[in-house]
């Protein structure tokens, strides 16, 4: 067992100084003027949103962007609230909002698939930039989101901030962190593992180039990651590190729910095992330590110095990585999150691989 545990840390160990130094190979871009100013479309897939989408609007109509360059396409998945009717009121007073409402299921493509489709379909940006409904942006967002992507040639990818100032909130806020953190170290190195669906950009002829989602129309989720590695692997990506591209995002409101989303989240992790090798052996790595550590701790096995090294080594990344996105990490949260990583790791990986969530349908 012992022997077990100190190969499963070592290897996650070096995958961990791998993102650490990752993360020094980023470098600032600056927004600047350019004749050529893409045409741009925010499409954003949004269900049952009420609640969110007033504060999401006000931030796109006040984009400090050109207006004539601009379009907002949100697409209503078969909203049952108020959302069709917030919608309709935002397109009668804003020229650039566009809204497309889904009746019914698609039989051909799982549903976030299908509404993103559609908005992309219709379109007319040289760069579409998605985020979520529950999502706020700054006003340089989609001019520093646009402008990666023309500097580029391929996908950018935003930092998203989860909201709040609970404990439970920053616990979310570090685990999300961390994740972006690994994606960020990974792509200093040149390998776009994944991103976030609340913050990335791309050019539509990427998009079309790939085939849109119909190799994953079958997939209820990681239609993000699926994006970052096609397009990435065609063109080029980018982590965008400019403070003007961050959004925030809500929180999940309980612990099942949060959970929910990670094993969700998990449940894209084999689709790794063929298409990056890198990513899932680093997966595949962090899982076996944690697992590894809970057992040696369940029977009696020497674990201490390998756990210290481990949060030593996390410690570095997690806050280096918030030096990089500007996120204040508090050093008690981290201790908190570290402690449970080896237990939250082991479940999540295992109920993703079960495919053991839930998706609003």
């Known amino acids: 067992m012992y022997l077990l545990l100190m190969l499963s840390t070592g290897i996650y160990l070096a995958f961990v100084l791998f993102i650490i130094a990752g993360l020094f190979r980023h470098n600032e871009q600056s927004i600047i003027t350019t004749d050529q100013t893409p045409f741009v479309s925010v499409v954003i897939a949004a269900r049952n949103e009420e609640s969110n ?64 489709s559609l908005g992309i379909e219709m379109a007319n940006g040289d760069v579409i930039i998605s985020t979520d409904a529950d999502c706020r942006v700054g006003k340089l967002w989609v001019s520093s989101m646009a402008y990666s992507v023309v500097q580029q040639d391929g996908i950018a990818i935003g930092y998203s901030k989860v909201a709040g100032e609970s404990f439970f909130e920053q616990i979310q806020m570090l685990d999300f ?33 790939i085939r849109g989602f119909k190799s994953v129309k079958d997939k209820i989720s990681g239609d993000d990651m699926y994006l970052v590695q096609s397009i990435s692997r065609i063109k080029s990506g980018i982590i965008n590190i400019d403070e003007n591209a961050f959004v925030t995002t809500a929180a999940m409101p309980t612990f099942s729910d949060f959970i929910n989303q990670r094993i969700r989240w998990s449940s894209n992790s084999k689709d790794n095992a063929k298409k990056s090798h890198l990513f899932f052996a680093f997966l595949s790595s962090a899982f076996l330590c944690n697992t590894t550590l809970l057992l040696s701790f369940l029977f009696g096995y020497s674990w201490l110095f390998l756990f210290s090294l481990k949060f030593i080594f996390e410690g570095s990344a997690v806050f280096l990585g918030g030096k990089l996105f500007q996120t204040k990490v508090n050093p008690v949260v981290y201790i908190a999150w570290s402690l449970a990583q080896p237990i939250y790791i082991p479940i999540v990986g295992i109920m993703g691989l079960q495919n053991r969530y839930t998706w609003k349908t």
């Open 53 to 116: 989408l007033h504060d999401l609007l006000q931030d796109l109509v006040n984009q400090e962007y050109p207006l004539d360059q601009l379009e907002i396409i949100i697409v209503d998945d078969r909203s049952t609230d108020s959302t069709a009717k917030i919608l309709k009121e935002a397109a009668d007073n804003y020229a650039v909002v566009n809204y497309i409402r889904v009746d019914k299921l698609s039989t051909e493509m799982t549903p976030k698939k299908h509404a993103l």
């Open 177 to 209: 962190l961390g994740i972006i953190t690994a994606n960020a170290g990974a792509g200093g190195w040149g390998h776009f593992w994944s991103g976030t669906g609340q913050n990335l950009a791309y050019k539509k002829s990427d998009f079309e180039a």
